[in-house]
């Protein structure tokens, strides 16, 4: 069956980069866009970005240069980095599959000193 | 980018009630409009896509509809189940937008 997890830090002091990793199984990375979803206190849910099934991005102008997504198609991993973190980034990360019908559980991502 | 407002932020209401949320478009969205429901610590799980197509696994006391820029979802018989977090999404343009939410609660 289709699954989707998040791993990643749960704390990340600002300035720095933050890396999660998306594994997902039950169904091939070449044939789904995937997509990046964070939920945070002060802006709720926000689209981040996607990683085609060719391997082409796209991503929200919100998070400007900061944010890269890719993948390893051979481990069925997508990728988020975004760097010079901020407080404001507090919250939990979501991967979800192209028609938003899969989602992970999420990681809670803490910025903080 | 396009705003999605959406409403009522907290809706109260009893168990049987016919609930409806609303989220209006700042601009023409066709039916590029989903639905998902959240529960406290959990994943949003899709309700409803294409603005009114149920999504798998999804009761059918569930249905969403289009009246012009301004989208619904009704709970026909509200169950204590249902009471969740509900959110709306549209994917017409990018980036795509979320609605602020509703928080469905018993009265």
């Known amino acids: 069956q289709v699954q989707l997890k998040e791993t990643g830090p749960g704390l990340v002091q600002p300035t720095q980069t933050l890396s999660i990793t998306c594994t997902v199984s039950g169904f091939s990375l070449t044939s789904y866009y995937m997509q990046w979803v964070r939920q945070t206190p002060g802006k709720g849910l926000e689209w981040m970005g996607f990683i085609r099934s060719g391997g082409s991005t796209e991503y929200n102008s919100e998070f400007k240069s900061r944010l890269s997504i890719s993948r390893d198609t051979s481990k069925n991993q997508v990728f988020l980095k975004m760097n010079s973190l901020k407080t404001e980034d507090t919250g939990v990360y979501y991967c979800?599959?192209?028609?938003?019908?899969?989602w992970g559980q999420g990681v809670m991502v803490t910025v903080s000193s | 980018d396009i705003q999605m407002t959406q409403s009522p932020s907290s809706l109260p209401a009893s168990l049987g009630d016919r609930v409806t949320i609303t989220c209006r478009a700042s601009?023409?969205?066709?039916?590029?409009l989903r639905w998902f429901q959240q529960k406290p610590g959990k994943s949003p799980r899709l309700m409803i896509y294409?603005?009114?197509n149920l999504a798998a696994g999804v009761p059918s006391r569930f249905s969403g509809s289009r009246s012009g820029s301004d989208y619904s979802l009704t709970i026909s018989s509200l169950e204590s189940e249902d009471m969740a977090d509900y959110y709306c999404?549209?994917?017409?343009?990018?980036?795509?937008?979320f609605g602020a939410g509703t928080k469905l609660e018993l009265k």
């Open positions: 601009q023409d969205i066709g039916n590029y």
């Open positions: 979800a599959r192209a028609n938003w019908d899969y």
């Open positions: 999404l549209q994917s017409k343009e990018s980036p795509d937008t």
């Open positions: 294409g603005a009114t």
